[in-house]
């Protein structure tokens, strides 16, 4: 009998049901104490001196570039191997996304290819930790330096990541954090934004609640962009947790990869030195000379039970909405091949060993 292994699935207990229930019973439902609380554990765990919670990751992307005063025409770098938000957030600025192609052992940004696609009307550069492993920052955060760029980290999948002994979301001008129900923790919806900036932080505070910085009281244009006291509950639970998920992804992450290098034609994921990768996702590459295609090998392992994903199917520039914008002659070789040969397999924490054997076998079934 085949078992059941979702790609995903939130992890929660008795904690977050008590801190929803807490919540509902106090009446206060926004801009309350668990929204400060969750906003001062956060800024602590990622080693920054604010965090500001908004209503999801996407909103934290885009408030982040708001804060930024971008003017229409100008430019601002990104990975084309991403979720779309990442470049979305860009367009929302009626600023220009710029796509720089990617390290294809890490799926990450490629400094190099980033410096060769600066102009003048740079403005901003947007590194993703893809997958859970931080971009090589070093050499990011001194090309933005070095051009007079803002540095955001897109860390929506590197919740606890680390690079050089520092958390993702703390090395740049700006940090960018998803809660969304598939992250390493969730608030069932939600994002953080973060920063040592306090210029910053006080501007995406009135940003977010609009313009406010008393009751009735607007300075600026501003938006809705609040978190709910229930996701901030919801998330400060799982952030106590979160360490303990990210070793449990690890260790998963681990045991798949010494079964899986023995299959030829399967690519493990390769870990940098200088990072703690906590696995957003476990992303295998389906090489050519394997014995079957990506996408059958997908198909077989949804057929067994085991839940499967392709993180992404395009880069950005090939998405209907790019290509209606003129992207279409846009060319990443590294980020183009990797659409087509990645193939996500589950690692969350509710992942045990007995599933690690099962997924180990059904991919033995066709190696």
């Not at 395009?314 to 209907?320: A, E, G, S, V």
């Amino acid at each position: 009998m085949n078992r059941k292994i979702p790609i995903a699935k939130p992890n929660f207990g008795k904690e977050e049901e008590t801190a929803v229930k807490e919540v509902l019973e106090s009446g206060i439902l926004a801009s309350g104490p668990r929204t400060k609380q969750f906003e001062k554990e956060f800024a602590e765990y990622i080693g920054v001196k604010h965090a500001v919670a908004v209503a999801n990751g996407t909103i934290a992307l885009d408030g982040a570039l708001k804060l930024l005063n971008l003017a229409p025409g100008d430019e601002v770098i990104t990975s084309a191997f991403s979720f779309i938000a990442s470049g979305n957030c860009i367009l929302f600025q009626n600023a220009k996304p710029v796509f720089a192609d990617i390290d294809p052992r890490t799926f990450n940004i490629d400094p190099s290819d980033v410096a060769e696609k600066i102009t003048a009307k740079t403005k901003a550069l947007i590194p993703v930790h893809m997958f859970g492993q931080p971009a090589k920052m070093d050499a990011l955060k001194e090309i933005a330096e070095d051009k007079g760029i803002a540095l955001v980290e897109d860390a929506a999948q590197a919740h606890g990541a680390e690079y050089k002994g520092q958390k993702a979301g703390s090395i740049g001008d700006i940090g960018c954090f998803s809660f969304y129900a598939t992250k390493n923790m969730t608030a069932g919806e939600g994002g953080m934004i973060t920063t040592n900036d306090q210029k910053l932080a006080r501007k995406a505070r009135l940003l977010i609640n609009h313009g406010q910085d008393q009751k009735y009281h607007h300075n600026i244009l501003g938006y809705n962009y609040r978190i709910t006291e229930l996701c901030a509950a919801i998330g400060s639970i799982q952030l106590k947790k979160l360490d303990e998920f990210n070793a449990k992804r690890r260790e998963n992450a681990q045991l798949l990869t010494q079964g899986i290098h023995k299959f030829h034609g399967l690519t493990v994921p390769y870990v940098e030195k200088d990072t703690k990768h906590i696995f957003h996702q476990y992303v295998v590459r389906v090489e050519e000379d394997y014995t079957r295609s990506r996408d059958e090998l997908a198909e077989h392992l949804t057929e067994k039970g085991v839940g499967v994903a392709v993180h992404y199917p395009l880069p950005i520039y090939r998405q209907p909405l790019y290509l209606k914008l003129g992207y279409g002659e846009i060319k990443c070789p590294n980020t183009e091949e990797a659409c087509r040969q990645v193939l996500s397999l589950p690692v969350h924490p509710l992942v045990d060993i007995e599933d690690i054997k099962y997924i180990l076998e059904v991919i033995k079934d066709v190696s």
